[in-house]
């Protein structure tokens, strides 16, 4: 299949997103002094602005390429909360699967001065939601999962992935060989056996390895692991089933195929200014791109031209088919 004919089908194609769902506070301003109080600088405020951050940013990079999402996890009944459900309802993201928690919604804050993050500060309850909670989120997983080509776990480590969760996705995942992929957190790894793909970059490359990444030989024997560790013993072995893709930042992308087979992809990035939510863009991509009908390799192929562009924004950033299209006839 044609890159260009995937692309066009993204249109087509509905992804369920589970998670933790965050809200991104940004506050952006200019700094001309430092502070006669402690060494740091003042930074003068100019405006504010809130965007969807964690599984709510996946769910927004799934629209603004062109597919349909739906989106479960937890917020609270909290003004936050109430910010989040109205993003949702202005991206045209389904809702039905957001769960209110008595705890309050996860606000992560950055400052900005002159394109440049100055500080972030979060506010978070991190613990597992109980299990009432996720007997419902479970439930309702079981209800509408039939209605989408492919499932991304969002995983921020804020209370809402657990063993019991993943094993609840793929119980129902499995019987049809529906794609489920991860975005991983370091401390996590065990709960993801059985997945399709994990994402993790190079640092949760190395935790969840155990290995010290310096050089190809050593990637290859992480990627490798994490491969090795990712597959449920019975089940089916194939390329379609199973792979670790490693992003590597200004390195590029390494795919890792149950066949055996390793694809380094150098990155395609002009300009890197931030790279918040860039793991995002990459799930959402290789996710519409995989059920449009791609290859694994494509689909990496795909992810890679799209985290190449949100890289070269300020904040948490989506890209779009045309951009991708854009950026392929460049490189």
């Keep these: 299949m044609e890159l260009n ?6 249109s087509g194609k509905r992804v369920l997103i589970v998670g933790d769902i965050i809200l991104d ?3 952006w301003g200019r700094v001309n002094r430092i502070s006669p109080e402690a060494p740091v600088p003042v930074v003068e405020v100019q405006r504010e602005s809130y965007l969807l951050g964690g599984a709510g940013n996946v769910a ?6 062109g597919g349909s999402a739906a989106i479960v996890g937890v917020i609270g009944g909290d003004h936050q909360g109430r910010i989040i459900s109205g993003l949702l309802r202005d991206k045209g993201i389904e809702d039905a699967g957001v769960f209110c928690d008595a705890r309050p919604t996860t606000i992560k804050t950055r400052v900005i ?10 506010r978070e309850d ?4 109980d299990g009432n909670m996720l007997k419902g989120i479970g439930d309702f997983i079981g209800e509408v999962i039939g209605d989408y080509d492919g499932v991304i776990v969002s995983d921020y480590k804020k209370g809402v992935i657990s063993p019991r969760l993943i094993q609840t996705i793929l119980g129902y995942t499995s019987p049809t060989g529906k794609f489920v992929c991860v975005d ?10 059985g997945v399709s793909l994990i994402t993790p970059n190079l640092k949760e490359a190395q935790e969840g390895s155990g290995i010290v990444i310096k050089g190809d030989r050593s990637l290859q024997r992480a990627g490798t692991t994490l491969l090795k560790n990712l ?18 930042g200004e390195e590029g992308m390494s795919l890792f195929l149950a066949d055996g087979t390793t694809h380094h992809l150098p990155t395609v990035a002009k300009k890197v200014f931030d790279v918040t939510g860039a793991g995002d863009t990459v799930i959402a991509a290789f996710t519409l791109a995989f ?10 192929i795909l992810s890679n031209h799209a985290a190449g562009i949100v890289v070269g924004m300020v904040g948490t950033a989506t890209t779009s088919v045309e951009e991708i299209k854009r950026s392929m006839v460049t490189v």
């Excluded at 927004?60 to 390429?65: D, S």
């Excluded at 991190?126 to 939601?129: L, S, T």
């Excluded at 597959?231 to 590597?248: C, F, M, N, Q, Y």
């Design 113 to 122: 001065a002159h394109h440049q993050q100055v500080v972030r500060f979060d």
């Design 60 to 65: 927004n990079n799934i629209i603004a390429l």
């Design 184 to 193: 991983p957190k370091v401390g996590h790894f065990h709960y993801y056996r």
């Design 5 to 10: 004919d995937v692309l066009s089908s993204f």
């Design 126 to 129: 991190a613990r597992h939601i």
């Design 231 to 248: 597959h449920t013993p019975g089940a089916t072995w194939s390329d379609k089933e199973h792979a670790i893709l490693i992003t590597r």
């Design 25 to 27: 506070h940004f506050v």
């Design 291 to 300: 059920v449009s009908g791609a290859s694994m390799v494509q689909a990496a």
